[in-house]
């Protein structure tokens, strides 16, 4: 069975750009998460999604958003980028409310 | 909402040596505990978890936690390591309940000597 799969690995995007990455989920996972990871900051939650529908959310501006389509892939967005929006952006995927976290290998964004 | 507070950001050991990675939370609410492993340019990957019952958790490469509510800690510890075992180490905190919405800790280094 695949891991979870997300692309790029590696973006390299400007001050005041917008920025999509995306997350493939393992198969038959419905529940998709996205972490922040920055060396000041560490590991901060950003969004769950679970059917689509989007069921916690983290304590970050509006720039962030996200989606869950029907295959459960889910993609997140970056608005009107800073440069404090380099970091490591992972995703993770479980079955259901009590299984655990499958991460991916993120997706490395450096903003210039 | 919850927190966690891992005492040691760099842990140097020698192989064959034990460790004891520390891990402290705080939380109004039930909790879940988590032990998760990063090695470089990889995400994380869970080592071992703390939900309800035993409160003596094991990893299947020989790590150990114990959740002991009273001193709200849920230390890491492996009796001897590899040098494969270099790695960063999260420690992390959920609702009980919500196993999706980490709350994690700033990481440990733990670097295994020869």
């Known amino acids: 069975k695949a891991g979870v799969t997300q692309t790029p690995r590696y973006l390299i995007k400007t001050r005041g750009q917008q920025v999509t990455l995306s997350c493939s989920p393992i198969s038959g996972h419905r529940s998709v998460s996205w972490y922040q990871q920055t060396p000041g900051q560490g590991l901060q939650f950003l969004f769950e999604?679970?059917?689509?529908?989007?069921?916690n959310k983290g304590n970050f501006p509006g720039r962030f958003s996200g989606r869950q389509f029907s295959n459960s892939r889910s993609e997140m967005n970056v608005s009107t980028l800073e440069l404090g929006d380099s970091a490591l952006y992972l995703c993770?995927?479980?079955?259901?409310?009590?299984?655990?976290?499958?991460f991916g290998s993120g997706t490395q964004l450096s903003v210039l | 909402a919850q927190s966690v507070t891992q005492l040691d950001s760099q842990v140097p050991v020698f192989e064959e040596a034990p460790v004891e990675l520390r891990c402290n939370y705080s939380?109004?609410?039930?909790?879940?505990l988590f032990w998760y492993v990063q090695y470089p340019n990889q995400g994380l990957q869970l080592l071992l978890k703390y939900l309800s019952g035993s409160t003596l958790v094991e990893s299947i490469n020989g790590f150990e936690a114990e959740f002991n509510k009273s001193q709200t800690s849920f230390h890491l510890r492996k009796p001897s390591v590899h040098i494969s075992d270099t790695a960063e180490y999260f420690c992390a905190v959920s609702e009980a309940g919500s196993a999706r919405q980490l709350t994690f800790g700033s990481g440990t280094q733990l670097t295994v000597l020869p």
């Open positions: 999604y679970f059917s689509e529908t989007q069921r």
């Open positions: 993770a995927s479980s079955l259901g409310v009590n299984e655990k976290l499958f």
């Open positions: 939380s109004s609410v039930s909790v879940y």
